[in-house]
């Protein structure tokens, strides 16, 4: 075993990337899908030399008329994941606090009676799953189960890569009070729907969303002070502490303009007021989106030169979703995004310079946006082969995607991504997590994930299994430097040259 694990990172010292210029097919082929998808699976290549790289590329850009009704078979035992956040909250999160408040009771009043039921006991538990987990967190894993099964299963890659890319734009953590029961409906309504549709509508999509307006505290800004009542109120709201300047600031710094995009501090002052009244409908029910003109400051507006009209209530944010989505700073600060995830952590400038001119002329198209990256030459360019650092997720699904795995269990790989550093919905900065090497690749990094390729070839992992270890390597053979093929051939078992080929740095890059 120690030789599994040293070998890989001993190769990470004698690894060259490619040269410049044109990829072969093959690597070509490879190169689109670790971009495109995450990652080939056996036939994936000659699937695609078939139908050539530009049909491929237009198809998932199209994912409506790629079929992909097996997915559905894959889901269909994670009920949690259709439920509104209301149905979630009545149904698990409600029984959760009962059960808590119960079991408080009891140890405070010796003379309760003892036994309390636990929540999952009052709600029945799912057959196959742990009778003892907490409701709230099979919700959470359900949702991290689904997420890997789409990525490893789905037809349709790119959708499934761009909604890994605009949540994590987006970012909401889970584990911040009640947005555990707002995430499904988040990610199912918020971000999936829109990711190769209009910004626009996207950007409004978050802004609206239960989940973002309570991780960043909007839900509680209202236009008086703190202690004061607003206008025509005899009496503070409850819970309400005056004006959040909170997701204003992250909606220009992350979200559209970029740190350097040219606002101010009175901006963010603005942009805050601009989003008073826009708030939740019992937070603790699941209810939904309301603007409540009662906490609205009703006052004339200024942002970025812009003026907004006194009087305009629910509007006033809206032009500025208006305002922002249209900013040449947003154009820039988007392209080069997704430029960084698609093409290298260092953007080439002109490429960034064609995708933003893009996203301008179509007023945000992100369709258009994605194809004029995926088609660049930049893209298909030599220097950018291997020149991307998988994410622990991404390096968990392109390893299953590649052995083929049969997935009948995915809670084992949530508990993976959890010891590989990135527990999926649980990223607390609104940064999200970083998509570039220098957050991913250490001594210990490359452990962990050898230890997983280990566990996997072996199957080791409860619920996961691979048939035919063989059936992978054909996939990397002829992108694997000499020295690489020649280490993994001297491995002992099938079991052991999969565990190599998945733990060499050649297949944590992308």
């Excluded at 600060?333 to 490429?351: C, E, K, M, Q």
């Excluded at 994410?391 to 949530?414: C, G, I, N, Q, W």
């Excluded at 959890?418 to 997590?433: A, D, E, I, K, N």
């Excluded at 063989?470 to 002992?492: H, M, N, Q, V, Y």
């Amino acid at each position: 075993m120690k030789r599994l694990v040293a070998l890989p990172i001993a190769l990470a010292l004698i690894v060259t990337l490619a040269d410049a210029g044109t990829l072969t097919s093959q690597r070509a082929i490879t190169h689109v899908l670790n971009r495109v998808a995450f990652g080939p699976r056996p036939g994936d290549v000659e699937r695609v030399r078939a139908i050539g790289i530009p049909r491929y590329v237009d198809q998932q850009l199209h994912p409506e008329r790629l079929a992909d009704a097996e997915i559905g078979n894959v889901l269909a035992s994670l009920t949690t994941i259709g439920m509104s956040s209301r149905d979630i909250a009545e149904r698990f999160e409600a029984p959760m606090l009962q059960a808590r408040r119960a079991r408080r009771t009891a140890a405070a009043d010796s003379s309760a009676p003892s036994g309390v039921p636990s929540a999952a006991a009052a709600l029945g538990a799912r057959p196959g799953r742990d009778p003892q987990m907490e409701p709230a967190n099979r919700v959470m894993i359900e949702l991290a189960e689904q997420k890997l099964l789409r990525a490893v299963y789905s037809e349709r890659q790119l959708q499934e890569v761009l909604t890994d890319f605009w949540f994590n734009h987006f970012n909401v953590d889970a584990r911040k009070g009640p947005d555990r029961f707002m995430l499904t409906e988040y990610e199912r309504e918020a971000i999936r729907p829109h990711v190769l549709g209009r910004f626009r509508d996207l950007l409004e999509s978050t802004a609206r969303s239960p989940a973002m307006l309570f991780y960043l505290d909007n839900w509680m800004s209202a236009a008086a002070p703190d202690g004061a009542p607003p206008p025509g109120q005899t009496a503070r709201p409850l819970n309400r502490r005056g004006l959040n300047e909170n997701y204003a600031r992250e909606l220009m710094e992350l979200h559209t303009l970029g740190i350097d995009g040219g606002y101010t501090q009175q901006d963010v002052i603005e942009v805050a007021r601009a989003f008073t009244g826009w708030t939740i409908d019992n937070p603790r029910l699941g209810g939904g989106f309301r603007f409540q003109p009662r906490l609205h400051d009703a006052g004339e507006k200024l942002v970025l030169g812009h003026r907004i009209e006194a009087g305009g209530g629910i509007s006033d944010g809206e032009q500025v979703l208006d305002i922002l989505a249209e900013h040449p700073s947003t154009a820039r600060f988007i392209a080069t995004g997704l430029v960084r995830r698609f093409v290298s952590d260092r953007p080439p400038a002109s490429l960034v310079n064609r995708a933003a001119a893009r996203f301008r002329s179509t007023r945000g198209d992100l369709r258009e946006v994605m194809r004029t990256i995926l088609t660049s030459p930049d893209f298909l360019s030599a220097a950018g082969y291997g020149a991307k650092i998988k994410t622990p997720y991404e390096f968990v699904v392109s390893t299953l995607r590649a052995a083929a795995a049969d997935v009948r269990d995915a809670r084992p790989l949530v508990r993976s991504l959890q010891q590989l550093g990135m527990p999926l919905y649980q990223c607390q900065p609104p940064t999200g997590y970083q998509d570039s090497a220098d957050a991913w690749m250490n001594t210990g990094a490359l452990v962990n994930r050898m230890n997983f390729a280990v566990a996997l070839a072996n199957n080791q992992l409860r619920g996961i299994s691979i048939a035919d270890p063989e059936s992978a390597r054909g996939l990397f053979g002829p992108e694997l430097p000499d020295s690489t093929r020649a280490a993994i051939a001297k491995a002992a078992t099938p079991g052991q040259a999969l565990a190599l080929t998945f733990g060499s740095p050649e297949f944590q890059r992308r």
